[in-house]
């Protein structure tokens, strides 16, 4: 009897162990399901920037007022006629002009 009921569990175990284990058992399941909810968090976040690019080329696309603002933003460019105007955060010190008109010391 006591042999029969060695048997039965060790039986019990085999049968246990690609449930738990196994191809397709319950912890790589789990794996899976964590791998899918990271991959999706992943493409929100690129479909956010999608978007975001998305808007940025209609708008460079359609209208110039975009390109503008890029030119002036990024590259630094005025229209003619404008002044520019710098403000230096506290504790900087102004460039010095020199009598050529080149900054420097």
Do not use: H
């Not at 080329?57 to 359609?62: A, G, N, T």
């Not at 209208?63 to 506290?90: D, K």
């Amino acid at each position: 009897m006591r042999l029969l009921l060695l048997v039965l569990v060790a039986l019990v175990c085999l049968i246990q162990y690609p449930l738990w284990w196994g191809k397709g058992g319950w912890f790589t399941v789990w794996d899976l399901q964590r791998q899918v909810a990271e991959q999706r968090e992943i493409n929100e976040g690129l479909r956010t920037r999608n978007a975001a690019l998305d808007a940025e080329v209609r708008d460079l696309s359609e209208g110039t007022e975009a390109v503008e603002e890029r030119a002036r933003g990024e590259l630094g460019m005025m229209r003619e006629g404008e002044v520019f105007v710098q403000i230096l955060p506290p504790n900087v010190q102004p460039p010095q002009i020199t009598p050529s008109g080149k900054g420097g010391r």
